[in-house]
């Protein structure tokens, strides 16, 4: 077993399908990797902050990133296959 990492029984990907992921909490952010709980085909991705952070900008300005924010959603729709590396669809 990884450090920080755990598994979620029901994810849902930004297209809406449900699926297993595999998290990731570190000390600032939760990420996601979504997979099918059938096949384990790549649905997507979703990552949010845990925890308050202000980052420095430029200037001096200074934003902070509440706990909660949604910092990633992502849905994989298509896959195709191809008869090399380098190829398009």
């Given at each position: 077993m990884i450090q920080e990492v755990?598994?979620?029984r029901d994810a849902i990907d930004a297209a809406g399908r449900h699926g297993v992921a595999f998290d990731y909490t570190g000390a600032w952010e939760r990420l996601e990797i979504i997979v099918s709980?059938?096949?384990y085909r790549f649905l997507g991705t979703y990552?949010?902050?845990?925890?308050?952070?202000t980052f420095d900008l430029p200037g001096g300005a200074t934003r902070t990133v509440k706990a909660g924010t949604p910092l990633?959603?992502?849905?994989h729709l298509t896959a195709k296959v191809v008869d090399k590396a380098g190829d398009r669809p």
């Open positions: 755990s598994v979620k709980a059938q096949d990552g949010e902050s845990v925890a308050d952070r990633a959603w992502s849905a």
